[in-house]
């Protein structure tokens, strides 16, 4: 999928979307020369394509993809960008100018269809990025869709039939209003703290995808900005902010997109029936087999299986989506040890732990990506004679002595 995204780079663009923003300000007035109505609705409504082809594209390919991982964060990114692209696609055809779409198009309409996107985008990509992953056990898609299509038909019907009694968000000529203004400044700050989350998971696993995700949330914070200062629909300041809007959709898509999405490790087996005898070769292994995935500080436990749960009294969902804390939290500080031991040295590990009077051993594997561990591949098998001790065993011991 190409090079991950560095510091360097990062830093190089969001220096030159600034520098961008300055020049733009600097000759607004030579620039405002060159947009006239005619030529900005061509250019509008090429931008906004754009991103409404990201918003589907993404919605299209999770849609199928929830098949094989019944992944929760590809359900919300899905519906999430499912709507937004919808909503998007509605503020285009009711631009300013544009031909007759059930009413007439009009500024208000538009407008409102932008906030609405703008709102439902902000709030749901906080909520994508701090929710934890988690294995969810039915299909909820056609659930999710009705709830879409419904909120989708309720703006529809608020829009279009109250459009003359809706609170004026612009003002032709004299640009936004204190409601709209309000309104971009807190999808901003949400943007913001967009930005902080991906940066801190960036900075706990210095994973270059997150630079991406984080570069798209700086490209959306500018554009809202630049949304709370434009004099008319059709002015410079507007076509700034439409051009932002799609480069943070660029990176979105090469963010979230294809690591969230194309990177899941279902999907690099294309067969879905073979997909499905390996899970049930997983749920009938006499042992759990497991991997292991780093939020934060926190080690979260995914596709466990094996017919050694019920002699332990798990079932899967008592352990899938979980720390090792919520289901064995009197082992917890121990056994995190080693999970920390493989992350952060990158080897291998065997060691033994005692449940229910019991012994079992655990084995742990890095999983690498470009260098990085991305995650942890573990299997539990039992009743053992004997160990192997790992590398951490024998420093502690050693330590103790």
Same mark, same amino acid.
């Given at each position: 999928?190409?090079?991950?995204?560095?510091?360097?780079?990062?830093?190089?663009?969001?220096?030159?979307?600034?520098?961008?923003?300055?020049?733009?300000?600097?000759?607004?007035?030579?620039?405002?020369?060159?947009?006239?109505?005619?030529?900005?609705?061509?250019?509008?409504?090429?931008?906004?394509?754009?991103?409404?082809?990201?918003?589907?594209?993404?919605?299209?390919?999770?849609?199928?993809?929830?098949?094989?991982?019944?992944?929760?964060?590809?359900?919300?990114?899905?519906?999430?960008?499912?709507?937004?692209?919808?909503?998007?696609?509605?503020?285009?055809?009711?631009?300013?100018?544009?031909?007759?779409?059930?009413?007439?198009?009009?500024?208000?309409?538009?407008?409102?269809?932008?906030?609405?996107?703008?709102?439902?985008?902000?709030?749901?990509?906080?909520?994508?990025?701090?929710?934890?992953?988690?294995?969810?056990?039915?299909?909820?898609?056609?659930?999710?869709?009705?709830?879409?299509?419904?909120?989708?038909?309720?703006?529809?019907?608020?829009?279009?039939?109250?459009?003359?009694? =809706?609170?004026?968000?612009?003002? *032709?000529?004299? +640009?936004? &209003? $204190?409601?709209?203004? @309000?309104? /971009?400044?807190?999808?901003?700050?949400?943007?913001?703290?967009?930005?902080?989350?991906?940066?801190?998971?960036?900075?706990?696993?210095?994973?270059?995808?997150?630079?991406?995700?984080?570069?798209?949330?700086?490209?959306?914070?500018?554009?809202?900005?630049?949304?709370?200062?434009?004099?008319?629909?059709?002015?410079?300041?507007?076509?700034?902010?439409?051009?932002?809007?799609?480069?943070?959709?660029?990176?979105?898509?090469?963010?979230?997109?294809?690591?969230?999405?194309?990177?899941?490790?279902?999907?690099?087996?294309?067969?879905?029936?073979?997909?499905?005898?390996?899970?049930?070769?997983?749920?009938?292994?006499?042992?759990?087999?497991?991997?292991?995935?780093?939020?934060?500080?926190?080690?979260?436990?995914?596709?466990?299986?094996?017919?050694?749960?019920?002699? =332990?009294?798990?079932?899967?969902? *008592?352990?899938? +989506?979980? &720390? $090792?804390?919520?289901? @064995?939290? /009197?082992?917890?500080?121990?056994?995190?040890?080693?999970?920390?031991?493989?992350?952060?040295?990158?080897?291998?590990?065997?060691?033994?732990?005692?449940?229910?009077?019991?012994?079992?051993?655990?084995?742990?594997?890095?999983?690498?990506?470009?260098?990085?561990?991305?995650?942890?591949?573990?299997?539990?098998?039992?009743?053992?004679?004997?160990?192997?001790?790992?590398?951490?065993?024998?420093?502690?011991?050693?330590?103790?002595?």
């Amino acid at each position: 999928m190409g090079k991950s995204m560095s510091e360097g780079r990062f830093l190089f663009y969001i220096v030159a979307a600034v520098m961008l923003l300055m020049l733009i300000h600097l000759y607004h007035a030579d620039l405002s020369s060159y947009l006239n109505p005619e030529n900005y609705l061509a250019i509008h409504t090429i931008l906004e394509f754009f991103s409404i082809a990201v918003s589907f594209s993404i919605f299209s390919y999770g849609w199928k993809v929830f098949g094989f991982s019944k992944s929760r964060r590809i359900l919300l990114l899905s519906f999430l960008f499912f709507i937004v692209g919808t909503l998007d696609l509605l503020h285009t055809l009711t631009f300013k100018g544009m031909p007759f779409f059930i009413t007439e198009s009009s500024i208000a309409k538009a407008t409102w269809f932008w906030v609405s996107a703008r709102i439902i985008e902000s709030l749901m990509m906080v909520l994508v990025l701090v929710l934890p992953e988690r294995r969810l056990q039915k299909d909820r898609r056609r659930s999710c869709l009705a709830i879409c299509m419904a909120i989708i038909a309720i703006l529809m019907f608020l829009f279009f039939k109250y459009e003359q009694s =809706l609170p004026l968000l612009v003002i *032709e000529g004299k +640009g936004t &209003t $204190i409601l709209k203004n @309000l309104i /971009e400044y807190g999808v901003s700050f949400l943007h913001f703290i967009s930005i902080v989350i991906s940066l801190y998971f960036y900075n706990e696993g210095k994973n270059g995808q997150h630079l991406y995700v984080g570069l798209a949330f700086t490209f959306l914070f500018l554009s809202e900005l630049v949304f709370t200062i434009y004099q008319s629909v059709y002015d410079i300041d507007n076509f700034t902010g439409h051009l932002y809007k799609a480069l943070g959709y660029f990176f979105i898509m090469r963010g979230f997109y294809f690591s969230t999405l194309a990177d899941d490790s279902f999907l690099k087996d294309p067969s879905e029936k073979r997909g499905r005898q390996t899970e049930e070769m997983i749920q009938s292994h006499y042992g759990i087999i497991f991997k292991l995935s780093k939020q934060g500080n926190d080690f979260i436990h995914h596709i466990v299986g094996g017919g050694l749960l019920d002699d =332990l009294g798990f079932t899967p969902n *008592e352990i899938n +989506g979980k &720390t $090792i804390g919520e289901f @064995l939290p /009197e082992k917890a500080g121990r056994v995190e040890k080693y999970y920390d031991c493989v992350w952060n040295n990158n080897e291998k590990i065997v060691f033994e732990i005692e449940i229910g009077g019991n012994t079992y051993a655990i084995s742990l594997m890095p999983v690498m990506n470009n260098g990085e561990v991305v995650e942890i591949a573990g299997a539990v098998m039992g009743i053992v004679r004997y160990s192997r001790l790992d590398r951490c065993s024998r420093n502690t011991k050693a330590n103790a002595l």
